[in-house]
């Protein structure tokens, strides 16, 4: 298909220049690179709040920082990484550059609709970072917002309740443009069940955007009622119910866990079939815990609330969905290993990354189950058990995905290669630190040390230093990681179009790609993931 | 062909289901408000008859009748434009604008009645009411203000339409987003359908 004999192809990076013409595009890539941009930036910004809040811990009592500026950080370190960086993370960048690529299509459904999803997201985030340095008084209420704490902590939180409002009001409209786009622009041939194993997880996902996203937005829109109007819904002292509040706010929040991890499961779904040039082991079961676990995991969200006094039944039908989501995710996990069984096992970066993703993915579900369970969560409700299990998940598992997937379509996205002895070394920094920041966390927390404290028991300072320790080899990781990624893209060697041998659409263009995909609208003939096909050979 | 802007056009069916999903999201917007309504409503169901008493079901079927007329003229409009009558359909838009506005004006003075019996959030009259009550006023005035709301971005909205119908961009060929205003129109209705009966008639 790359015929194009110029010296300097025409692609959608240099086909227009300048930072209007970026602004400006509607183009599903450049809004994929921004989106991605901004989303680097702000995780910078929160993972260097989380270093400085380990440092804090390094002693019991003050180290660094003041009570008051601990609480601040844990908040706005919640707000960022979960609103801003993790919801649209997957969906937002990988999904608006390869989404439309890999069905086939030009761009998504409503190009227009996309750009206008990316300023709404901007305006958010913005807010989000103004919430933080506004009247230097930083919102103290964990990114939860709990009630009654919420409506009368004197503080930036109706602001950040408007950021995540808006945030939320992005994350709609892509998951929208998502579902219209799967359903309308599939090239001609492609059945449902010819396409790719990545869209196919961001329709399950963008499916939780649309219908949980905007349970949370009339809820902070409450909140912010409460505050503003003394409306009182959460309020007991006006009548209200705190509790109330808390199941709406799990309702959506807990399906916004999927949002960022199916995305991540299909990330490495594609990425599994590449490295071991063999078809994807249980295509259909795999879809179809795709969309199990969007459709349990809407009905999970009383586990986050086993003490906050619902009832013995509902207690028990909350843990009983919670054991049964685990049921799809393991069958996702055993379709992985299963897929690089018996195949040509190529240990690339991506591949390196992805595998590390199942480990670190299945210790955070199965310490997920261990809080799904009633007797063993009154012990860990609240403990940095939790902390451990959940930054597992979002960062073991939605955050290595991600790298896995910079590094799958890094030579796609810049037509460039990044160095494969540097990607190596940063994997292997990311890796101990993770698990060294992280796994003490789970012993202290079991011992009992609970969770957004400023202080503890001196007790517990073996965990929280070795913690600090993994907390500055990640950090080393991420810069190592960063700077090949940032160096390479403008100054690596040229990539060729299809480097690993991939058999998606998106590599049977060119790299970078040009900028309307296909010069031609491709005729799919058969399902995806078929390494016997011609060109590989 | 690979040289230019991507393709602006979107075909109406692309169109119209976004615009139904997007519906899907405003039905859980209030959605979340419906629930507060019941556990509410279950909660205080003597103090919930009470303060319904005081609501003027007058004003509110007025209200009704009100915005379901609109949604017919909203309907017909659109027939309207198939038929390649820009100028009908016009008209019909512009009475449903009228239509939104006596809607709005009666909204303006039911609020304005309570303001002036000093029934609203944080008064020192609604704090001495039993929760129930207020628990209701709140929802009252959450619920009816965010459907208010949607009434005018509904009314900017179609006041869009008609400036593109007459600037011909909307004709009998391409008048997606007048569909898409229609759709939306007819949500507002549907909303107030709801809000109706939960908050004047059930006393």
């Known amino acids: 298909m790359t015929n194009s004999s110029t010296s300097v192809p025409l692609n959608y990076l240099n086909h227009k220049t300048g930072l209007w013409s970026w602004l400006t595009s509607t183009d599903h890539k450049r809004i994929g690179l921004m989106y991605m941009y901004t989303i680097a930036i702000f995780f910078c910004v929160a993972a260097i709040l989380g270093l400085l809040m380990r440092i804090e811990k390094l002693t019991p009592g003050q180290t660094i920082m003041t009570a008051q500026t601990y609480n601040g950080m844990f908040t706005i370190h919640g707000i960022i990484m979960i609103f801003i960086v993790v919801i649209p993370g997957l969906a937002a960048v990988f999904g608006n550059i390869f989404l439309p690529i890999m069905i086939g299509a030009k761009d998504v459904a409503f190009p227009k609709l996309n750009l206008f999803s990316w300023y709404v997201f901007i305006t958010g985030a913005l807010l989000g970072l103004y919430s933080q340095f506004a009247n230097g008084n930083s919102p103290d209420t964990g990114w939860t917002f709990y009630v009654p704490y919420s409506a009368a902590a004197s503080s930036n939180v109706v602001i950040a309740l408007t950021a995540a409002f808006v945030l939320g009001f992005a994350s709609i409209l892509t998951g929208l443009n998502f579902i219209v786009t799967i359903h309308r622009m599939r090239a001609p041939g492609m059945t449902w069940f010819r396409m790719p194993l990545f869209p196919w997880s961001l329709y399950a996902t963008a499916w939780i955007q649309l219908l949980a996203t905007p349970i949370v937005g009339i809820t902070l829109l409450m909140v912010i009622a409460e505050r503003t109007l003394h409306i009182g819904f959460f309020d007991p002292s006006l009548g209200g119910d705190p509790v109330l509040y808390q199941h709406l706010f799990w309702i959506y929040s807990h399906p916004a866990v999927y949002v960022m991890i199916l995305p991540a499961m299909g990330v490495v779904t594609e990425i599994f079939p590449t490295f071991s040039q063999k078809p994807v082991f249980g295509y259909v079961p795999i879809v179809f815990s795709s969309l199990a676990i969007a459709l349990v995991g809407y009905f999970v969200w009383g586990h986050h609330m086993f003490t906050s006094g619902i009832s013995y039944e509902s207690r028990w039908f909350f843990s009983f969905l919670t054991f049964l989501v685990a049921i799809p995710s393991a069958i996702k996990v055993f379709n992985w290993l299963s897929t690089m069984y018996g195949g040509s096992v190529d240990l690339k970066p991506p591949l390196l990354f992805a595998i590390s993703f199942i480990f670190l993915f299945t210790i955070g579900g199965f310490t997920g189950l261990t809080l799904g369970s009633l007797a063993t969560n009154i012990q860990l409700h609240n403990t940095d058990f939790v902390v451990a299990h959940f930054h597992y998940i979002i960062f073991g598992g939605m955050g290595f995905a991600f790298f896995a997937a910079i590094h799958y379509w890094f030579p796609k996205i810049y037509g460039r290669m990044y160095n494969f002895k540097w990607a190596n070394i940063s994997w292997g920094f990311l890796f101990v630190g993770f698990n060294l920041l992280y796994f003490p966390l789970f012993v202290i927390g079991i011992q009992g040390m609970p969770r957004r404290y400023f202080d503890y028991d001196p007790k517990f300072q073996t965990g929280e230093v070795l913690s600090t320790i993994g907390a500055f080899i990640l950090i080393t990781g991420l810069i190592l990681m960063i700077s090949n990624l940032v160096y390479h893209s403008r100054r690596g060697a040229i990539a060729p179009a299809n480097p690993w041998h991939g058999v998606t659409l998106e590599w049977q263009i060119p790299s970078p790609p040009p900028h309307e995909n296909f010069d031609e609208i491709p005729v799919i003939t058969h399902e995806p993931y078929r390494f016997d096909h011609p060109h590989t050979n | ?203």
């Open chain 2, 1 to 203: 062909m690979s040289t230019n802007e991507h393709s602006e056009f979107i075909d109406s069916d692309t169109g119209k289901l976004g615009m139904w999903l997007f519906l899907f999201t405003e039905l859980f917007l209030f959605g979340g408000l419906f629930i507060v309504y019941s556990v509410m409503r279950s909660k205080y169901a003597d103090d919930f008859h009470h303060a319904a008493l005081e609501l003027n079901a007058f004003v509110g079927a007025t209200n009704t009748v009100v915005l379901l007329v609109s949604s017919m003229t909203v309907a017909m409009s659109l027939t309207a434009i198939q038929q390649k009558r820009g100028g009908k359909a016009m008209g019909l838009l512009f009475i449903t604008l009228l239509l939104a506005g006596v809607f709005m004006v009666n909204k303006y003075f039911e609020w304005g009645h309570k303001f002036g019996l000093h029934l609203y959030p944080g008064s020192d009259v609604m704090k001495s009411l039993p929760h129930g009550e207020i628990m209701f006023f709140g929802l009252y005035y959450m619920m009816t203000g965010l459907h208010a709301l949607h009434v005018i971005i509904g009314g900017i909205l179609l006041t869009i339409v008609i400036l593109k119908i007459k600037s011909g961009k909307i004709n009998s060929e391409h008048y997606l987003l007048q569909e898409n205003g229609a759709l939306y129109w007819h949500l507002v209705d549907l909303i107030w359908i709801f809000l109706f009966p939960l908050l004047y008639l059930i006393t």
